[in-house]
């Protein structure tokens, strides 16, 4: 299984997009990314996921590279309710249901 | 609100005590989840269960014992835990669909065991 590397933290002024780095380089043709977060003392929510396409929907964009080894989560506009800590994790059908978060990245969205 | 609710949000017990967490998921959804979070630990899988059936224990001592009725609702009977059971247990579910599949996650109940 494709395992995935992000920074322990990050900041980011209110209002400026954020820009999560996540590397995967031994992702699988077959894998998913998948980003979710976490916000303190709630449950996970699911942010965004993607195969190869770059992908956008209300809450994130997330940029994949052509050879699929890394990407980026994008929140356009970062609130301070965008504080929360950060999951890229790379899926496939016989770890779909089971999903395993490394530490991920605490984002920290400041006035 | 992701579509999965669970009761009782907190819940202080001891070690002698019964109880039992309560899961439901208004999506439709055909597989069901309990995951454990400890401070400062990675989440844990706990217990799958697809289409009532459980698929997935994953070595969860016999204290925790779960209970799928239907595919809306899931459960997690607790009795004679331990203080290192206290932790965050989030329910989840998700549609069948192979790797696009996501799982979504209710609010978590915090557990105190004492």
């Known amino acids: 299984d494709a395992k995935t590397t992000q920074p322990t933290s990050m900041d980011c002024a209110e209002g400026r997009a954020a820009n999560l780095p996540c590397n995967h380089s031994?992702?699988?043709?077959?894998?998913?990314v998948y980003w979710y977060r976490q916000i303190h003392s709630q449950g996970p929510q699911y942010i965004i996921h993607g195969l190869k396409n770059n992908e956008t929907n209300e809450m994130a964009s997330l940029i994949i590279t052509e050879d699929r080894k890394s990407s980026t989560l994008i929140l356009p506009h970062a609130t301070l309710r965008d504080t929360a800590v950060y999951y890229c994790?790379?899926?496939?059908?016989?770890?779909?249901?089971?999903?395993?978060f490394g530490t991920g990245t605490r984002l920290q969205v400041t006035l | 609100e992701t579509g999965v609710t669970q009761t009782p949000r907190h819940l202080v017990m001891g070690m002698t005590n019964k109880k039992s967490l309560k899961c439901e998921q208004h999506?439709?959804?055909?597989?069901m989840y309990w995951y454990k979070q400890s401070a400062k630990k990675p989440l844990e899988l706990m217990f799958v269960y697809n289409f009532k059936e459980q698929t997935e224990n994953n070595s969860v001592p016999s204290r925790f014992s779960p209970e799928c009725p239907n595919s809306s609702h899931l459960f997690l009977h607790l009795h004679t835990l331990q203080p290192e059971d206290s932790a965050l247990y989030l329910c989840?579910?998700?549609?069948?669909?192979?790797?696009?599949?996501?799982?979504?996650f209710g609010p978590g109940t915090r557990l105190l065991v004492l």
């Open positions: 994790i790379v899926i496939n059908t016989g770890t779909a249901s089971k999903l395993t």
């Open positions: 989840a579910s998700s549609q069948r669909q192979g790797a696009q599949e996501t799982q979504y």
């Open positions: 031994t992702i699988s043709g077959n894998e998913y």
């Open positions: 999506l439709g959804h055909n597989a």
